[in-house]
């Protein structure tokens, strides 16, 4: 399973971009990088996922390394509403299961 | 809107009482999950389910019962063998790979 390293904190003002790291050198060929994110007291949010090719959606963009042991979750635009826990995830199975582990994340704060 | 519900949001609980938290799904999706979350801490997993009348526990079940009757709905029983139940709830669903879903959370008190 790959192991994850996020910073604890970012700040962002409001409209500009939001560049979240995180680095995972243990990942091995064929796991897919996932983020989600957790507004205070409510449940998490699935933002975008990846296996070595840049995503794009409507909420972000996600830029993996071409050696895989990094990524960069790009909120192009962030507003207040942006404010949570961001979490660079690895699932994995357990038993028949494909289990999620959050680790601590980094939280954001936009700043108006 | 498709999506996942939860009820109650918030609950209370006696001591020596069981509880039951629903789970509600709209998305058609196969597999359906509980996890369970501390302060400042990471979801551990309760229980799961893969399809209708099948579940499986996960990593922290004891003192917890769930059935899966209905594709639709997942409720889980929080029993009086759950030594520290207080905590915040969430249900997920999935249909096929990775993606989980998840629902808004119930945030379980025990007085």
């Known amino acids: 399973d790959a192991k994850t390293t996020q910073p604890p904190s970012m700040d962002c003002a409001e409209g500009r971009a939001a560049n979240l790291p995180c680095n995972h050198s243990?990942?091995?060929?064929?796991?897919?990088v996932y983020w989600y994110r957790q507004i205070h007291s409510q449940g998490p949010q699935y933002i975008i996922h990846?296996?070595?090719n840049n995503e794009t959606n409507e909420m972000a963009s996600l830029i993996i390394t071409e050696d895989r042991k990094s990524s960069t979750l790009i909120l192009p635009h962030a507003t207040l509403r942006d404010t949570a826990v961001y979490y660079c995830?690895?699932?994995?199975?357990?038993?028949?299961?494909?289990?999620?582990?959050f680790g601590s994340g980094t939280q954001l704060t936009v700043l108006p | 809107d498709g999506g996942i519900t939860q009820s109650p949001k918030y609950l209370f609980r006696k001591e020596g009482q069981n509880v039951t938290l629903s789970c509600e799904q709209n998305?058609?999706?196969?597999?359906m999950y509980w996890y369970r979350q501390d302060p400042g801490q990471g979801l551990r997993l309760i229980y799961y389910?893969?399809?209708?009348?099948?579940?499986q526990k996960g990593d922290i079940a004891e003192g917890y019962s769930v059935s899966r009757e209905k594709k639709e709905s997942f409720p889980l029983t929080v029993t009086s063998a759950q030594k520290n139940p207080t905590a915040f709830y969430l249900c997920?669903?999935?249909?096929?790979?990775?993606?989980?879903?998840f629902g808004p959370g119930t945030r379980l008190t025990v007085l």
């Open positions: 997920a669903s999935t249909q096929r790979g990775d993606t989980q879903y």
């Open positions: 243990t990942i091995s060929g064929n796991e897919y």
């Open positions: 990846g296996l070595k």
């Open positions: 995830i690895f699932p994995y199975s357990s038993g028949s299961a494909r289990q999620l582990t």
């Open positions: 998305l058609n999706h196969d597999a």
């Open positions: 389910s893969q399809i209708v009348n099948d579940f």
